[in-house]
């Protein structure tokens, strides 16, 4: 018979953690989840709408229509996929399960 550890495909030789004792409920799991969620919501909204509505109003007051608000946008892009990132690197590191 199979122990727990080898069903997952995890090796206990003292180098990996034990994934059993890493295991959220799965209340916590949704919370988890949800603050992520909200938190990473909040900085994308950020990282689009600033750069963006900056670039715009660049152009205006210089009157080079859309070259700044074309800036902004690559600035957005960029920024999103590094707050998507580092969103699921904390998400998934060993540190927020440390904190539970």
């Not at 495909?9 to 953690?17: E, I």
């Not at 988890?32 to 950020?46: I, K, N, P, Q, V």
Request: glycine share 4%; with cysteine; proline share 3%.
């Amino acid at each position: 018979m199979k122990s727990q550890a080898q069903i997952v495909g995890h090796k206990l030789d003292g180098r990996q953690k034990n994934p059993l004792k890493t295991v959220f409920s799965q209340d916590q799991a949704k919370q988890m989840f949800l603050r992520e969620s909200l938190d990473m919501t909040w900085r994308l909204a950020m990282v689009v709408l600033i750069p963006i509505i900056a670039g715009y109003e660049l152009d205006k007051l210089l009157k080079t229509l859309p070259l700044f608000t074309m800036i902004g946008l690559v600035i957005a892009m960029v920024s999103c996929y590094l707050v998507v990132m580092k969103s699921l690197k904390r998400l998934t590191s060993n540190n927020i399960r440390d904190k539970k």
